[in-house]
């Protein structure tokens, strides 16, 4: 019999282990956890006894993830969705829960089972539909806040179950009397906790916070959420209704956002805790006996849920490209199917088959969603022929706006950065055209006479609509590296030297975008360091000229444009003249050109007052090359000096030389 550290020990070293794995291949961890439980478990390996005292303290992650929905739980946010959330989302519950009550009954199985079984299939996984979304910047797209609509519903949905399945054991002559009984009691708890809960809770949070204390606010935390769980339990609900209520209430405070931070660490690993006694549920030879019920069970998941979410959504007028996306996002099991299914076999109301059935048929529908997810949009274009037509719509539009452009900066992203950049470029007469994925914002951005369409930047056919092939730089305003690398792929592929800035959060990805072709990379960390020091050092006395210095300093040696850039231009404040400042221009080795196949000591632009601060040549970017660089067709050199200067220097290395002049 193993003792408690060393179940801890195997515990800790297989999660760390498998959940690596499923996060290099792309997969949520919480799969990594469920496949520990499977190993570990009674039914495989063996190692960790299953045991009451390891359900009982992974219920508590069902407790904290059932707490972070209820802070999730905004009244006016569902007032904003109510038409997806409680229209759509109320619908595909429904249907779904009466479709597979019909097979459950048509099988043979008990109604309270078909209910329960309904449930559980009708739930989605918020946390892998979340991330998926986010990953692919989708979050405020059409089918985007439909899934997140429904999956709200969906969460909702799970209270009631919670007190129903229980319930459902007591057997018919009893179930009239336990539902009427926990409908009394639920009542009961909603109008003392929703009532009474504000006027009490709020000036206890506030006389806690005035503590200015951590530990004796989270202390404070615990005790009100599992105090509101300890109550629902002894009303003879469960856990899990008393945490979500403890988590509506304080949705409505002051300390949301404290709270969320506060309390993940225990919601993680609890709820890491609770996957893993999940699948050691999971008796492997007893599923490899019924595998296949359970193909079956994920083939129909699938299939029928999809087709009832993709009808649905075209009921609510969703075009069928959103509809479909839609329905192969929701198609899959979630982790409250799982917690709905266990509850059901701990009561029960689920023979130990139909459970082991359903659990691995979840758990490889939570492993196949990502896949199909991914695969979504090759769906949509092979199904939807009206999907065509908005493409073509869009890149009409984009295209429209850009007809006439030239010389004009793309701008990708037209959130507070991209606003704040397109304000900068207008105010300087720069043309330009901004991209953005969310309808909302550029509805409301070109209904007040700004340049911006809707499109995604990191599709070939939108930056060409865009006049890629015409503009002068580009620009990634969000911070998300794997679709600047997109970006810059595409780039390079179809226009190899042109400029384009990206921003980024912090140091870590800057080596990756450089070496994509990124002119220069723009960490918001740096930036905002700069900015503090700036301000700390002007308040500690320290001259505004000096200081100045030092910043510019600073990012000479951070940023390869700006290296050198203010030689020769004083420190001292006043307007200098446009012409008298240093520029940089870059310039593309053409075929022909004289330059190509020179050194760069060759071409002797010394004399025009002008050098040579860097070359890019495919994707790499050489930064103060030296004299002995042979310049070859297709490199670009970015030069530096006065405007006068810069134009000989091009025609120089463009048309070469006759005589003493230059052809002009």
Known sequence: MRDALEIALLLLATAVVVVVVCRLLRLPALVGYLIVGILIGPH???????????????????????????????????????????????????????????????????????????????????????????????????????????????????????????????????????????????AVVLALVLFLGQRVMRPWFHLVARRKSPELFMLNLLLFTLGLAWLTRKMELSLALGAFLAGMLISETE??????????????????????????????????????????????LHALKTAIIVALSRAFG????????????????GEFGLVL??????????????????????????????????RSEHMVRRFSAAEWMNRAMTLHTIAARTMSA???????????????????????????????????????????????????????????????????????????????????????????????????LDDSDIDRLKDAGAAEVVPEIMEGSLMLASHALMLVGVPFN??????????????????????????????VSDRSQLRLHSVTVSPGAWAAGRTLGELDLHPLRVEVTAVRRRKERQVQPTADMRLDVGDVVVLRGLEDGLALAEARLLQGRSGSGYKV
């Not at 969703?318 to 198609?331: F, H, K, Q």
């Open 44 to 186: 495989a390996l063996a190692w960790v006894p299953e045991t009451e005292d390891t359900h009982y303290l992974a219920e508590f992650g069902v407790v904290f993830l059932m707490f972070s929905i209820g802070l999730e739980f905004s009244l006016p946010k569902l007032v904003a969705m109510r038409r997806v959330v409680f229209g759509l989302g109320a619908a595909q519950v429904g249907a779904v829960v009466l479709l597979v009550l019909g097979l459950a009954l048509a099988l043979g199985l008990q109604w309270s089972a078909g209910l329960a079984l309904g449930g559980a299939l009708a739930m989605s996984s918020t946390a892998i539909l979340g991330k998926m979304l986010a990953d692919r910047l989708e979050l405020n797209s059409q089918h985007g806040r439909q899934i997140i609509g429904v999956a709200l519903f969906q969460d909702l949905a799970v209270v009631p179950f919670l007190v129903l399945i229980p319930a459902f054991a007591a057997g018919p002559e009893g179930l009239a009397r336990s539902l009427g009984l926990a409908g009394v009691k639920a």
């Open 255 to 300: 300390y949301r956002y404290q709270v969320e931070q506060d309390i993940r660490p225990f919601q993680d690993v609890l709820l890491g805790l609770f996957f893993v006694t999940i699948g050691m549920r999971l008796d492997p030879a007893l599923v490899g006996r019924y595998w296949v019920w359970v193909a079956a069970v994920v083939i129909a």
């Open 318 to 333: 969703s075009e069928s490209g959103t509809a479909i996306r839609t329905g192969l996002a929701l198609g899959g099991g």
């Open 341 to 374: 299914v266990s509850l059901a076999g701990h009561w029960n109301v689920l023979t130990s088959e139909t459970e082991q059935i359903v659990l691995a048929a979840l758990i490889l529908s939570m492993l196949v969603s990502p896949f199909v997810i991914e």
């Open 406 to 504: 030239e010389q004009h900066v793309i701008v990708c992203g037209y959130g507070r950065s991209g606003q704040n950049l397109a304000r900068l470029l207008e105010q300087e007469s720069v043309p330009l055209i901004a991209l953005d994925l969310d309808p909302q914002r550029v509805k409301e951005a070109a209904a007040a006479g700004e340049s911006v369409v809707f499109g995604d930047a990191a599709r070939r056919e939108v930056l060409l609509a865009a006049g890629l092939m015409r503009a002068k730089a580009l620009v990634v305003t969000y911070a998300d590296t794997a679709s600047a690398l997109k970006i810059l792929n595409l780039v390079h592929e179809l226009r190899a030297g042109m400029p384009v800035v990206v921003r980024t």
């Open 546 to 575: 000096r200081v100045l210095r030092r910043i510019r300093d600073t990012r000479e040696r951070r940023y390869g444009l700006f290296r050198g850039f203010f030689h020769g231009v004083t420190d001292e404040t006043g307007e």
